[in-house]
């Protein structure tokens, strides 16, 4: 069996073209996001904590809807939170698996982070454990979908790339399958969960993050002989390919409260 070695290790955290990745990942899934806070009834005084904020394009909408000041962003790597912290929200380097907790809270969010973690309900458990009476905790988390999609290439290539993330980095690409399950087992009460498949259009862009999150795995896929270079050429140029029309990945959202 493989060592998993954990998805940091494919990132560079403080470079441009993760800023951009990422980018990409709020244009594509920002909209489902925000709809869920929304209907959490996010309001001024809210108090918020956004776990794993990457580029900060949910805590900021959480300081639209609760107030700066009422809202904490936590990372591993703060390179691209600068401009939150302008705006007024608190910002922490924060271990979710290891570090206490940053306060008490009305609404807890994470996005594609829960599922890179091999304790991923241990920390739904501490997460739990930060609400505030009545409090909300929502989760997100991403599977991808090879068997569904439309060319051979992106479905070879996808399926690599849910093998790199199984076998290396110690992601659960299934387990989003379960929810809301994981909520209930933590003690949640009201749980419940939906989820999202949107097209991913050449040249648009989910197609575009597909293709750079498949890049940040593609040397160790080479080298273990999951896909050739000429399929992975062939994928990348699909992504650009303004005909393409692809339904692979899809997000669940889940929810609980605490009583």
């Keep these: 069996m493989s060592q998993t070695i954990g998805w940091n290790s494919f990132v560079d955290t403080q470079a441009e073209a993760e800023h951009r990745r990422l980018r990409l990942l709020q244009e594509s899934f920002d909209p489902f996001s925000f709809r869920q806070l929304e209907n959490l ?9 956004e776990v794993g904020a990457g580029a900060g394009s949910v805590a900021r909408r959480m300081a639209e809807l609760a107030g700066p000041d009422n809202v ?7 390179a691209f939170l600068g401009s939150l912290t302008d705006l007024g929200v608190t910002v922490l380097r924060h271990d979710v698996t290891t570090d206490d907790a940053p306060g008490e809270f009305d609404v807890i969010h994470t996005r594609f982070v829960l599922e890179h973690l091999p304790e991923r309900e241990a920390v739904i458990k501490r997460l739990s454990s930060w609400l505030k009476p009545g409090g909300w905790l929502l989760i997100e988390i991403g599977t991808p979908l090879p068997e569904l999609s439309s060319h051979p290439a992106t479905r070879r290539t996808m399926a690599a790339l849910t093998r790199v993330m199984a076998d ?3 992601t659960a690409p299934e387990w989003a399958r379960t929810l809301p399950v994981p909520l209930e087992e933590a003690g949640l009460v009201d749980c419940a969960a939906e989820g999202q498949v949107l097209p991913a259009r050449g040249g648009q862009p989910l197609a575009g993050w597909l293709k750079n999150t498949t890049k940040l795995v593609e040397e160790h896929a080479l080298a273990t002989g999951l896909v050739t270079r000429e399929v992975l050429d062939e994928a990348y140029a699909t992504y650009e ?13 889940a929810r609980g409260r605490r009583g």
């Design 72 to 78: 904490v962003a936590t990372d591993l790597s703060l």
């Design 41 to 49: 009834g996010v309001r001024p005084g809210s108090r918020c904590l």
């Design 241 to 253: 390919n303004t005909s393409f029309v692809d339904y692979s990945w899809m997000t669940v959202g």
């Design 168 to 170: 290396r980095v110690g």
